[in-house]
């Protein structure tokens, strides 16, 4: 693997690295070995001996690394084919497939912090989020300490909310360059020729289609709510939410090739392409992501014309009230009738539950939360379901057949964290959006531009879409957009890493 390696000559560095080694390694193994032998069952000894010398290789190798660079896109390589193969295996194989991304995500956890930590010298915003995130895990810790963790439940939500930062800082060791930006062209340009076809067979042979990847988990009889026919389609997906989002980050990719100069009719096809596939998923918090995304894209590119777009937007809005005060029609009525908004509505959606009992968690568990493992999250949805059950969810048919309690992501950080660990991480994902806005404006018309603008899209559709879905921290579906977040801040934090030819 063509990766830039540079190795310390002074034996007073080469033993403070052995002694990093030996302390990160006891924490890879302390963390992974907790979710994988819990999740993975009947195969624990299996997986103790496959991950331990995984583990141990990749610690050691990191033992003689002073810095790595990932100059040929080897983790495009390897996570993309990856998430579709774990994608496709997950219902339809009697294995924990799924845990193969967090094995490359903790193995990597030991050149991960090196990396992040070397570009904090040199990037005081990443040195602020460090520490807004240090401060979010110790409000966490302190939460389960003082509420009413389980010991399992909690380390398990741990390595949980882990693992979207660690997948962030495996896209720094990415360094973006012409061949990286190519090798990503490729996965937007031909993504959908692995797709449709299997989206083709899930319309025409639904049978087939759950025979070979198992039945649906969205409800294989759930009415698509854009088509009014049809299902929720989600093609080589293990969940349609997973085929939306991902089809959003390639529509809207595909987008900015069209933004920087490269109007080729086979951009134009993708996009229409992969907004096809966004409305074959009937997921409408992601089409909402994906069109606010879009929205940020159309300001960007006709930023000279602001005031006329902003004149614009208000006679629009204007116009739109007034048509549905004078017809009577009340926008997404539905939803807010579901979300307790709307009096005539007596039964409020699950997500609608899960957010107002969240927030009842965080008060009565002042300031610091009930804990980790406790509300919300994977951690209680697979070992402690008991506030759920103090609460009265047990009313709920939902919640007695295990669906939705995973729902959404932020009444999970409310409650096992408080509101002062969920301001720290709404404080991070602010300052992270704004830092990378900022810097999309100060990038025009130089090399960084196009992948600044795709690490801005992919973390709006991320946020963009927590109100509905916990996918933020789920590598089979997130992987790819926080490796583009990582490359292109460590792209605009080593400006001279870009290669131009």
Known sequence: MNFALNNPNSMEAGSKKIWIGGVSLLFILFSFFTALLIGAGQYILFSILFVSIILLILSVLSLNVHSIRDQRGYLLIIVWPTMLFVNIMQQSVDFPVGYMLELLIFGLLFLIIKNVWSISSVDYIVRILLIIFALYLLIALLSSILGRSQMMAALWQLQYNLKWPLMLGAGTLLVWNTHIEGLFRKIISYSWIFIAPILIVEILMPEIHSQILGPNPDSEYAINPFLGIGARYRGPFYHAGYLSI?????????????????????????????????????????????????????????????????????????????????????????????????????????????????????????????????????????FDLSLFQDLGFGRYWWFLQGKFIVDTYWPNIIAEAGFAGAFMMLAFFVILWLALFYRVWRTAGTPLYSIALLALVALSLLLANTPSSAILTDPRGTFIFWLIIGAAWRAMSYEKDVLTL
């Open 246 to 382: 991902i089809s959003a980050l390639l529509a809207m990719s595909a987008v900015i090739q069209l933004m920087i100069g490269r109007r080729s009719l086979g951009n134009y096809f993708c996009v229409v392409i992969y907004i096809v596939f966004v409305l074959l998923s009937g997921q409408r918090q992601e089409l909402m992501a994906m069109i606010f995304s879009a929205s940020i894209l159309a300001m960007i590119f006709w930023r000279k014309h602001l005031s006329i777009i902003f004149i614009f937007s208000i006679i629009m809005i204007g116009i739109l009230t007034s048509s549905f005060i004078y017809m009577k029609y009340i926008p997404m009525q539905s939803i807010l009738e579901q979300w307790g908004i709307m009096s005539s509505f007596t039964q409020p959606s699950e997500r609608a539950i899960l957010s107002t009992n969240g927030i009842i968690v965080a008060q009565h568990y002042f300031p610091f939360g009930s804990g980790l493992g406790t509300y919300g999250g994977a951690g209680a949805q697979k």
